[in-house]
DNA sequence: GCGGCTTCTTGACATCGATCAAGAACTCGC
DNA sequence: GCGAGTTCTTGATCGATGTCAAGAAGCCGC
């Protein structure tokens, strides 16, 4: 069983028949490193699951790259709001490692409907739970240090700091490289 | 025309006949400067639109209130995650004046998917550009000073700075309200 | 219109985090 | 294993922002 499939189970309670079918809506595709999945401005109307490997997600502003996110195994990689309205990418998705996904396109993704008699409902949860996170991640920036920060992200995805370039997780934590380095040389944590 | 008919009209294009039945879905109610719609740690299972006024949205974290949106005549008010999950309230919804609002509970949110055959479209459409205008958020506090920021909000929403007490605003911009009044007395801005 | 509350500003100062610069450590291709 | 590029750390310094404190200004109830 896939990573794919196994998402599709834990998350939806879907009968196994369905899971097969679903899961052969999605192409496998590999990525080298440097690579990308999308670029901003150009039109993409495609959406995939992280089944191995490490994507970031950034925005060009002012000549310098922001970090919005780090995708890994398990993440969905999509400009969401590029894919929905078929306007054309907000940001750029670039491969960290090689990477292995499932892709679909949006075609194939509207058919997934026709399977999942709920899939209106899923959708909207899986949305919803997304928000909330962004939600959760602007209160950590109104309301927290950046130590707080490091400490709150460390503890949640410890496995990022040593698989990727410091400086991408220093600009997703918004702070310089510097300090990042520093927090992470403090005495005690 | 109720400001809610009006954005009926204006964002989901329905038929005449189908914007009063579904206004008629939502009962008006007011609320009083100081009154809560919603407080943390309750069930609520409504959602509303504003009609007129100001409320503010916060989190409390290390005794400190934390403002994470101000919304105004024309916007949801809602704990989206608690009123599609079904759980306690994750933040507070207060009234900053009186307020005349337009309320839905779940079970009458749900029939709205009866009139409207493309309800489900239009909900994922709008939650996408709900969580679109968070990802930019993430982004501005990522890459922008708190000058920046100001001015961003500022040229947005410039209505707000006369009408919401300033320590609102610069809780909701992630500075503290000494620094915001430094930046409004800046020379030329 | 007075007193008391909240809001807003201003100043002095401390601290956090950015910047600049250098070098150490670590790839990775050859 | 050598050299070039990248990544990471460290130090010195600077600027932005927070903190603390005081007072001014605005608002409201009586």
Redesign the pocket.
């Known amino acids: 069983m896939t990573e794919l499939e196994k998402y599709i189970v834990a998350t939806m309670g879907v009968a196994d028949a369905d899971v097969q079918r679903i899961a052969s809506f999605f192409q496998p595709i590999t990525l080298l490193k440097g690579e990308y999945f999308l670029k901003a401005g150009r039109m993409s109307e495609r959406l995939a699951f992280v089944q191995e490997g490490i994507l970031r997600e950034y925005v060009v502003r002012d000549e310098k790259e922001v970090t919005k996110w780090i995708c890994t195994k398990g993440y969905f990689v999509v400009d969401l709001s590029a894919f929905i309205f078929r306007q054309p990418a907000r940001f750029n998705l670039q491969a960290l490692t090689d990477v292995e996904l499932h892709v679909i396109d949006a075609a194939n993704y509207k058919r997934i409907g026709e399977v999942l008699p709920d899939w209106n409902e899923l959708e909207k949860r899986f949305i919803t739970r997304c928000f909330s996170a962004l939600e959760d991640r602007v209160v950590m920036h109104l309301s927290m240090?950046?130590?707080e920060r490091y400490d709150l992200v460390f503890a949640q995805r410890r496995e990022l700091f040593n698989q990727?370039?410091?400086?991408?997780l220093a600009s997703m934590l918004?702070?310089?490289?510097?300090?990042?380095?520093?927090?992470?040389?403090r005495p005690v944590q």
């Open positions: 240090t950046a130590a990727v370039p410091l400086h991408y918004g702070m310089t490289p510097e300090t990042l380095s520093r927090l992470r040389a």
